[in-house]
């Protein structure tokens, strides 16, 4: 059973940056994308980005484009998301996913809270 498990929130003023981590027990047993999603108190969960484990081809949502990054090392089962220029309404639950699309997972970490506020 794999399991995953996210680390690095935290708080941050506007403008300010962090680099969430998350871990992948077993990872050459994962589904071919990981991804993350990130979910506001009385929000639905919402998709953020995803990386092809294959082919290391990402993609954004448009609300985090140009300012998140997300990266893998394969060789360490590590999924990373680099978010510079954070605004308030990046404050959520930040969830590390897995699954056989960039969008449909299957697999769920805990979650890492990340708090946007001057």
């Known amino acids: 059973q794999v399991q995953l498990v996210e680390s690095g929130g935290g708080s941050v003023q506007p403008g300010g940056a962090l680099r969430l981590s998350c871990v992948a027990s077993e990872y050459t047993s994962t589904y071919g994308f990981m991804a993350w999603f990130r979910q506001a108190p009385g929000e639905e969960r919402e998709w953020v980005a995803a990386?092809?484990?294959?082919?290391?081809?990402?993609s954004y949502a448009d609300s985090v484009k140009g300012r998140f990054t997300v990266s893998l090392d394969n060789v360490k089962g590590m999924i990373y998301l680099q978010m510079n220029n954070l605004k308030p309404e990046d404050t959520a639950m930040y969830y590390c996913?897995?699954?056989?699309?960039?969008?449909?997972?299957?697999?769920w970490g805990q979650g890492t809270q990340v708090t946007v506020s001057s």
């Open positions: 996913a897995n699954g056989p699309t960039a969008r449909a997972m299957k697999i």
């Open positions: 990386i092809s484990r294959l082919s290391a081809v990402a």
